[in-house]
């Protein structure tokens, strides 16, 4: 370890003194020299550390990609439920699990008029970003049309973790690179893996849990950059049954952050060229939902405490809080800055629940569906810059709960 | 924004929590399964003093005079003016600084050393007194000192976590409210993962326990300036040691709104002979800080490990050009006592023009702080730098 240590050294050295200034290694040789200044770099220049980002190519533009995705005002639509989640979503509206319905409600979500003034980036799952609409236009093209960059689910989805009281790890490392290589060929320019940990009053999450989570989000992480996708980092620390407290679930997170940055800089993934995508601070399903303000204050503080300034946003995920409470929320953030990283949004169920409510399949409906869409999208982009007055477009709902869905992602 | 956190009892039969007024006694049967946390309980009830401490040591135009100097090393600077290595000398030297009127304009804090800690000046005040009546917090160097690492590539160690706890507590009981403790890596020996990993971890146990008794803790794992590397190097074990120490000191429930950092600034090896401007130094430093520190700190205070004094003001003017998430300031000694260790010269004639001098740099500093100093008018030998290779404390 220590020689290799040694070897990188000397390597990094010789590397940077390279073409013919050896003799300068001696100290004696470099005391007169070592008062005059020379500039090596010109100030705001690109600043380079470890061989990855020296070496990548694409460490330019995932940088500004991901500023791009996380401007002001912006968030993402995340809709990238695989198809047999999807499925059970058009099953609420009486809908079949077929290829041409899932092909016409992403088509309603993707070609809403105006959607690109609030959303930056959408996330698709892999089917849907090789798909076209139903007249033949690529969805990646109808999306550029929208100045919204696509992005794609790359995991594999949950397996239990054996020994466990029902953990989960992440599945998807295995031909990660190859498919990351086809997607970015597709339009793709950012990827999601989401990671679950289970929460409760004592045991939960176990170590183990934290850190198989952790390396598989950091080895998600690196693999992506690599391959020119912007990697969304999301360890959901999953809202669920019980009477655990904010403050536990406050402190659980901050545990399983530091732990994934942990391994985000053992592995040198370049954090200018990542997304946050973690939960909003929640406690158990069985106490009273707590106002905007006090999950602002334990949201805020667990991100003051464990997100470097250096990630340039941070996307909320919905897991479960009604569109109000998704919008109230993040509003509610806000007064918490400034910030070195924006705080902002990528929902899912908070932008889709009613959309897909008020179309049911229905021709006739569809233009009234995009409407809430856009209204829904434009209600959290002002909640981002912390604008947003009501009424809400789709007022006082219930919690919208999934269960944790296991096996490989379904075709 | 820091919630109400519990407090700890310690009683006959062990230590009971509570939060928000519940007691939560560990159950038999939840300890043979895993053994967690339920939440942190920070800080043992000291969570919003050290808060506060933090925030005014970071405060604005201001920062620390590390004064804590070793008898040893304090005997070097008394010889440099040639006087003898006594207790009485360093009395004299130490008062100079901790009673010059006006300082705590521009320094919030002064790190002792355990002698001085309990000393008075010479006409029987309390050094401790003399800086709080100044606006000037005191604070004390907790470590023992750096020690060969065994097993590692000629590294060191730094020692002092035996018996911290009660050390803490009988130092706070003598008004000191933050504390220092100061650990290196070498770069032209690695560092190796060892070394890296030793560092961020005694680091991290002394925070803590710092914490658990009132004292706002330093953290200061230097990256020393030593070696021929170039600026990138220095950037990623920077990068590594940071990652390391900000890991540990959450696995240690360390509170980090109640810290502050130590850190050595960005900047090519001393052999190097590519040197950098202010404006480099800061960007690369800037970069490092907004990779590893999370917000939640609230002030950065820069060692100067060898740079000139007017080299040191610069930098830290450098980064100060714009809006940061942390107070970015200093916390020097050489790089503020060395224009008045060449003006005192050990005489009492010149204690005036040797407090003035001190003045001088300390308001510099606190320019620099709010980027807003310029070198113009500064004298030769503050320009000259003060590296000394293989430098011990």
Redesign the interface.
């Given at each position: 370890m220590v020689g290799r240590a040694m070897e990188l050294a000397a390597a990094t050295r010789s590397a940077f003194l390279g073409n013919g200034v050896e003799s300068c290694l001696s100290p004696k040789a470099c005391r007169s020299s070592f008062r005059t200044p020379t500039t090596t770099t010109t100030p705001g220049q690109i600043v380079m550390t470890s061989n990855f980002e020296k070496t990548n190519p694409y460490a330019d533009e995932l940088k500004k990609t991901a500023a791009f995705i996380s401007a002001p005002g912006k968030g993402i639509l995340a809709s990238d439920e695989s198809n047999a989640t999807t499925g059970k979503r058009l099953a609420t509206v009486g809908l079949d699990n077929t290829v041409e319905n899932r092909q016409a409600w992403r088509e309603l979500l993707y070609s809403a008029p105006g959607l690109g003034n609030y959303i930056s980036g959408t996330i698709m799952f892999d089917e849907t970003l090789f798909q076209s609409s139903r007249a033949g236009v690529p969805f990646v093209d109808i999306l550029k049309e929208q100045g919204i960059l696509p992005g794609i689910k790359v995991d594999t989805g949950l397996q239990p973790i054996d020994g466990t009281d029902g953990e989960t790890a992440t599945q998807g490392l295995d031909g990660l690179a190859e498919r990351c290589q086809r997607y970015y060929k597709q339009g793709a320019r950012f990827a999601k893996w989401r990671a679950v940990l289970k929460v409760d009053n004592e045991v939960l999450p176990s170590s183990t849990a934290i850190l198989e989570n952790a390396h598989g989000l950091a080895r998600y992480a690196q693999i992506c950059q690599a391959n020119g996708l912007v990697p969304i980092v999301e360890p959901e620390v999953t809202l669920g049954e019980g009477d655990y407290s904010i403050e536990r679930t406050a402190y659980i997170s901050e545990k399983v952050n530091s732990h994934v940055f942990r391994l985000l800089n053992e592995y040198n993934v370049i954090l200018e060229g990542i997304l946050l995508k973690p939960n909003m601070i929640l406690p158990g399903l069985d106490v009273p939902t707590p106002a905007p303000e006090e999950v602002a204050r334990y949201t805020v503080r667990t991100m003051f405490r464990s997100v470097p300034g250096a990630v340039p946003g941070i996307h909320f995920l919905s897991g479960g809080m009604s569109e109000e409470e998704a919008t109230l929320n993040l509003q509610a953030l806000q007064a918490y800055g400034p910030t070195p990283w924006s705080l902002t949004f990528s929902y899912g169920r908070a932008l889709q629940s009613s959309t897909l409510k008020m179309w049911a399949g229905q021709e006739e409906n569809w233009q009234a569906a995009q409407e809430r869409l856009v209204a829904l999208a434009k209600a959290n982009s002002d909640a981002q810059l912390g604008k947003y007055k009501g009424p809400h477009p789709s007022p006082g709902g219930q919690r919208i709960l999934q269960a944790l869905r296991l096996g490989g992602a379904g075709k | 924004?820091?919630?109400a956190?519990g407090m700890s009892q310690v009683s006959s039969s062990g230590i009971k929590w509570s939060?928000c007024g519940t007691s939560l006694e560990r159950k038999a049967a939840?300890a043979s399964?895993?053994t967690?946390?339920?939440?942190?309980v920070r800080a043992a009830g000291y969570d919003e003093e050290l808060v506060k401490t933090a925030k005014t040591i970071a405060s604005p135009g201001r920062g620390i005079l590390a004064i804590d100097e070793s008898n040893a090393t304090c005997g070097k600077r008394l010889a440099s003016v040639g006087l003898e290595n006594n207790e009485v000398n360093r009395q004299a030297y130490r008062q100079l600084l901790c009673t010059t009127p006006g300082l705590g304009e521009y320094i919030s804090g002064a790190i002792m050393f355990e002698e001085t800690l309990y000393q008075s000046t010479s006409d029987g005040r309390k050094m401790v007194d003399c800086l709080v009546e100044g606006g000037i917090i005191p604070g004390i160097k907790v470590d023992k000192g750096l020690v060969p690492l065994a097993g590692?590539?000629d590294e060191s160690w730094c020692q002092g976590l035996d018996g911290l706890a009660s050390r803490t507590a009988a130092y706070y009981k003598q008004g000191a409210r933050f504390a220092k403790w100061r650990t290196v890596v070498s770069?032209?020996n690695?560092?190796?993962?060892?070394a890296v990993t030793e560092a961020a971890w005694g680091l991290a146990r002394y925070a803590a326990i710092c914490q658990d008794t009132g004292l706002v803790p330093i953290v200061e794992p230097e990256v020393l300036l030593d070696g021929?590397?170039?600026?990138?190097?220095t950037?990623?074990v920077a990068?590594?040691v940071w990652?390391?120490v900000?890991?540990f000191l959450?696995?240690n429930n360390v509170l980090?709104?109640g810290i502050l950092l130590k850190p050595s600034m960005v900047t090519p090896g001393?052999?190097?002979?590519?040197?950098?401007?202010p404006?480099?130094v800061a960007?690369?430093t800037l970069?490092m800080?907004?990779?590893?520190?999370?917000?939640?700190v609230p002030g950065i205070m820069f060692l100067s490990g060898g740079q000139s004094e007017v080299e040191a003001t610069l930098n830290l003017n450098a980064m100060n050009q714009s809006?940061n998430?942390w107070h970015v300031s200093f916390s020097y000694a050489r790089a503020l006592q060395n224009s008045v260790l060449k003006t005192w010269k050990g005489q009492p004639e010149n204690l005036e023009a040797a407090q003035k001098a001190l003045l001088v740099r300390a308001k510099a500093n606190s320019l620099a702080q709010l980027g807003k100093y310029s070198a113009e008018g500064e004298a030769k030998e503050a320009k000259e730098?003060m590296f000394v290779?293989g430098y011990t404390y």
């Open positions: - | 924004m820091v919630a956190v939060f939840a399964k895993a967690n946390v339920a939440f942190a590692s590539n770069i032209p690695g560092p190796s993962e060892l021929s590397h170039g600026i990138d190097t950037l990623e990068e590594r990652s390391k900000f890991y959450a696995e980090f709104e001393a052999e190097c002979p590519e040197r950098a401007t404006e480099q960007e690369y970069k800080l907004r990779r590893r520190v999370p917000p939640a809006p998430p730098g290779k």
